[in-house]
Each structure stands twice: as C-alpha cells, then as structure tokens.
C-alpha cells in the first residue's frame, strides 16, 4: 500500500524565518514519483516540483529547496526567508507508476508566516 | 496557455439530487483526473480518463461516474447526492503518467 505522511499538522513562523515541511512516505515499488503542491486559500492546487525514485539529486529553484532520501523514505521542502506570501496549505504527494496518474496525498501543512 | 477549467464554481445541491461537473483540461492534455477534498478525508483520488477510457478508478462508490470526450474535455456525475458528498471537487490535468498534473480551481458542491 502507499501512504503519504505529514506530520505536522500546522506551523506558524516570523516573516523571513526558514521552515522545513517534512514528508514521509511508504511505498513497495522501486518506481515511483513525489510531488509537493501549494493550496492558497482561493483553493487551486499549485504544482510546486516533481521528482522521481532514481533521483536523489536535492535541488533548489530560487527560495524553495527539496531534500530527498530514500534511505529514510522523506522529501522534505524548505522554504528559505519566508515571506507572507507563503501561508498556504502544502502536500507532498506519492505516484506509484502501476497505477497510472493516481495521487495518494499526505494531510498536508498548514503553513502561516506572520508579518 | 489557458490553464484548467472547472465549471460550476459552486453548487448547491439537496439530498437525493444528482450533479454533473465539468472539466476542461490544458490543451494537448489528454490525462483528466478527478479529486475529492474534505476536511475529514483530505485529498482522494476518484478516478483517471486518458484518451476517453477510464484508466484507474478510486475507492468511491457507483454512484460516483466520469466520462472524458474527444476533445479530453471530462465530466463527473454524482447521483443520489448525500450529504457526506459535501466537499471541493478537483479536476487535474496532465500530458501523461509520469508526468506533473494541473489542477483547477475546484467545484464547491454543498448538498443540504
């Protein structure tokens, strides 16, 4: 079975604090892809980044930074220098390639950055 | 590029009714998936259209349909509404498996 956790339910910081969204997941197959995407309040899903089971590489795309380790089954996302802007709802999401484009979404982040 | 579309944005339903929502997906998608999101359930998978024929299916019961049409537009249908069908109705749309899904705005379905 796959499963997406988020353990933390809410986190609240300063504006310009960095905050690390952590993700767990569980998957038996060696093939798989993880997505994180950001639900603003208007309550579209944002696609944040994708990345797949044989790429370890971390990578960053301007404040954002994702870690990814399969030793430990995490993809953690860190925002660097938060900004209001950023308070959002955010879930880390597992693709498993048997079953297509399904999603299996942790609970995910509430996310507040208070000015 | 005009990005995915849903239609109605809200809706107002009563125990018993049906509802029929509409999605149009970024153009050259041809992958349409339907999410619920509650509160109490998170995100859920409902089902996936790729070129007309649904590919995988979620643990939702019959009275919870789809169909995707020749230009990938899709639509979903839910009958005999409960009211545990209150939820935010998410349509996603990708070019394919593997690859970064869309999503729209959402249908706001409340059914009373």
């Known amino acids: 079975a796959q499963k997406v956790t988020q353990a933390q339910t809410e986190i609240s910081v300063v504006e310009k604090e960095d905050v690390t969204l952590d993700c767990v997941y569980e998957?038996?197959?060696?093939?798989?892809?993880l997505f994180w995407y950001k639900q603003p309040p208007s309550g579209e899903l944002v696609f944040l980044i994708r990345r797949n089971s044989f790429d370890e590489q971390n990578e960053i795309s301007g404040r954002y930074s994702w870690n990814f380790q399969k030793s430990t089954s995490s993809f953690n996302f860190t925002i660097t220098a938060s900004q209001v802007v950023d308070s959002a709802v955010y879930f880390c999401?597992?693709?498993?390639?048997?079953?297509?484009?399904?999603?299996?979404f942790g609970a995910g982040t509430i996310l507040r950055v208070k000015s | 590029k005009a990005g995915v579309t849903q239609t109605p944005r809200y809706l107002i339903k009563t125990r018993g009714q049906q509802v029929t929502l509409s999605c149009s997906p970024i153009s050259g998608h041809r992958s349409v998936s339907w999410y619920q999101q509650t509160p109490g359930q998170g995100l859920q998978f409902l089902f996936e259209?790729?070129?007309?024929?649904?590919?995988n299916k979620g643990n939702f019961p019959g009275r919870f349909s789809g169909r995707q049409f020749s230009n990938s537009r899709s639509e979903m249908n839910v009958s005999t509404l409960e009211l545990g069908d209150s939820a935010l109705y998410l349509c996603?749309?990708?070019?394919?498996?593997?690859?970064?899904?869309?999503f729209g705005p959402g249908t706001r379905l409340t059914v009373t």
């Open positions: 996603a749309s990708s070019l394919d498996s593997p690859y970064e899904q869309y």
């Open positions: 259209y790729f070129s007309e024929t649904q590919r």
């Open positions: 999401a597992l693709r498993v390639m048997e079953y297509g484009n399904k999603l299996v």
């Open positions: 998957t038996r197959d060696t093939t798989y892809y």
